[in-house]
T-cell receptor, first 113, second 116 residues
Framework: AQSVTQPDIHITVSEGASLELRCNYSYGATPYLFWYVQSPGQGLQLLLK??????LVQGIKGFEAEFKRSQSSFNLRKPSVHWSDAAEYFCAVTGAGSYQLTFGKGTKLSVIP | EAGVAQSPRYKIIEKRQSVAFWCNPISGHATLYWYQQILGQGPKLLIQ????????DSQLPKDRFSAERLKGVDSTLKIQPAKLEDSAVYLC??????????????FGAGTRLSVL
């Protein structure tokens, strides 16, 4: 069965500081990985995705993520956080044999001005 | 391009009452999904439609939940009767199709249901 673990429930960073949100997945074949962001009262917005190729992927809003097969990880990073980045972030996994998107429990990001 | 539309945005009902949610996907999207997101959890897939056929409803509590997608466009999710544990945000998503490159899911803003 496929699964996603986001070990950090809540992270607080200062504006301008760097950010890394952790994601570990379990999937029996080649995974397809996603990061979504959810602002309060809003639906989920896709930040970036990984299907194959270059393991460092760039997304919207200055975010990037690195796929590490050996560690079963797909961590999200941003070099300098803005107050508007405060939201909840979800990592998700699927694959060619599934098409069902399985989400982690999310990491809530708070930004201190 | 218009996004996924959902209504209502909020609904408060008492247990054992019934409730219905409506979703209009992005134009041209063949696949439609309903998710349940309980507070503090990630979204959990309830049902997936491909056009007007059900692809996966293995996690839908069929004794109380039902969903339909008549004509392969709009969809309705119903709960009857509601239980306290059904309090959650119900998200609708759509995607072009089931092929890899087309499987990006776009989400609506959701309906927040409170069962008292």
């Amino acid at each position: 069965a496929q699964s996603v673990t986001q070990p950090d429930i809540h992270i607080t960073v200062s504006e301008g500081a760097s950010l890394e949100l952790r994601c570990n997945y379990s999937y029996g074949a080649t995974p397809y990985l996603f990061w979504y962001v959810q602002s309060p009262g809003q639906g989920l917005q896709l930040l970036l995705k990984y299907f194959s190729g270059d393991t460092l992927v760039q997304g919207i809003k200055g975010f990037e993520a690195e796929f590490k097969r050996s560690q079963s990880s797909f961590n999200l990073r941003k070099p300098s956080v803005h107050w508007s980045d405060a939201a909840e972030y979800f990592c998700a996994v699927t694959g060619a044999g599934s098409y069902q998107l399985t989400f982690g429990k999310g990491t809530k990001l708070s930004v201190i001005p | 391009e218009a996004g996924v539309a959902q209504s209502p945005r909020y609904k408060i009902i008492e247990k054992r009452q019934s409730v219905a949610f409506w979703c209009n996907p992005i134009s041209g999207h063949a696949t439609l999904y309903w998710y349940q997101q309980i507070l503090g959890q990630g979204p959990k897939l309830l049902i997936q439609f491909q056009n007007n056929g059900v692809v996966d409803d293995s996690q839908l509590p069929k004794d109380r939940f039902s969903a339909e997608r008549l004509k392969g466009v709009d969809s309705t999710l119903k709960i009857q009767p509601a239980k306290l544990e059904d309090s959650a945000v119900y998200l609708c998503a759509s995607s072009l199709g089931q092929g890899l490159a087309k499987n990006i899911q776009y989400f609506g803003a959701g309906t927040r249901l409170s069962v008292l």
